[in-house]
Structures are given as C-alpha cells and as structure tokens.
C-alpha cells in the first residue's frame, strides 16, 4: 500500500514496526496531556504508565490495519482496527490536535471495514469526536487499570450510517425516547 496524503497534507502510511516506541511515547504524551482535562492525575498514570510492551503492541500492530499521520519524518498520531471492526486505538500529538488528524486516520480505517458496525471504546475527551463521526453510546463504563477505575464509552457506528443498537445509559437504560 502506497503513502496517502491527508486534507491537511499529512503523509497517512501503513504501520511499520520500528514506528512502535515513538507510537508508545506518544500514546503516553497524549494521554498525559489532552486526556488530562476529562480525567484525574492518578487515572492517567494508571492509563498509561509510561511502560508497555513493546513487543505486544507491535504484535497487535502488525495483525490490526494500523495507520501512522506523519509531519515529515514525525509521527503525529495512529490508529488501529482489527478485522472485526474494532477501532482498538486512535491517538494524535498534543501540539496537533482540531487539524483533520484523527479524522483522516477514522476515515480510512473505517473505509476498509466498509458494511461492517464499527465499535470503539471512547474516551470521555474522545466522545464528542465520535459522536460527530455518527457514533452513539452503546453504554457507559467504568474500567479498572492499576486499581484505578476510569469512565469510557462503548461507542457504535453502523456500517450504513444507521444505528445497529439503542443508545443506553450506565444502567442499560435507553436514551431513546420510547414512542407513544
């Protein structure tokens, strides 16, 4: 697959296994930074604690369709769907937010699952992106890292544009008014 250029004339590449450690620093910048305002110091770390394993990610890198947006020779964000449909992770730099990044990574991960529901665990930072996407809230969760509990938000996108499920609330109370 040859290099795609983005609306914002970011190169947008297939992942590459020496792209793994700075994807990792900037999975752990990002968190520490834009996520920082939606969820507290101590969840953060225990999110992302500056340690993976290297060899993992890069294993689920190699086996999801993983996309790297680069500015020049840097890597500004990634993003990653496996086979099925999930959107397991979509990050980009802190000094490269609200300029097209994670929609033209979306795009084309969702391009190649075309008709299939896409499913995402969003944050409460990237809810409001999703949503404008054509996502809605399946439910929201609490999810323990570290011992630490943090809320998300299992997020779904019919592969139509339609919804495949009635938004619910944390108690699998519908959103969706009842008709009369």
């Known amino acids: 697959m040859e290099a795609l250029k983005s609306k914002r004339n970011y190169t947008i590449r297939p992942y590459r296994p020496e792209d793994c450690r700075p994807i990792s620093q900037l999975f752990y910048n990002t968190v520490h930074t834009v996520n920082r305002k939606d969820y507290t110091e101590m969840q953060v770390c225990a999110w992302a604690t500056g340690t993976v394993d290297l060899e993992a990610w890069n294993r689920s890198f190699s086996e999801h369709?993983?996309?790297?947006?680069l500015d020049g020779e840097t890597i500004v964000g990634f993003g990653d769907m496996d086979q099925t449909g999930y959107l397991d992770r979509l990050y980009v730099h802190q000094d490269y937010q609200g300029q097209g990044i994670a929609s033209a990574l979306c795009e084309q991960l969702e391009t190649a699952v075309q008709g299939k529901a896409i499913v995402t665990h969003a944050s409460i930072t990237a809810r409001p992106f999703f949503e404008k996407r054509?996502?809605?809230?399946?439910?929201?969760?609490?999810?323990?890292r570290q011992g630490v509990l943090l809320t998300n938000?299992?997020?779904?996108?019919?592969?139509?544009?339609?919804?495949?499920?009635?938004?619910?609330?944390?108690?699998?109370?519908?959103?969706?008014?009842?008709?009369?």
């Open 134 to 144: 054509g996502y809605h809230v399946v439910r929201e969760q609490q999810v323990e």
């Open 65 to 69: 369709r993983t996309l790297v947006a």
């Open 153 to 180: 938000y299992v997020m779904e996108k019919a592969g139509d544009g339609r919804r495949t499920a009635p938004a619910c609330d944390a108690a699998g109370k519908s959103l969706t008014p009842e008709k009369t």
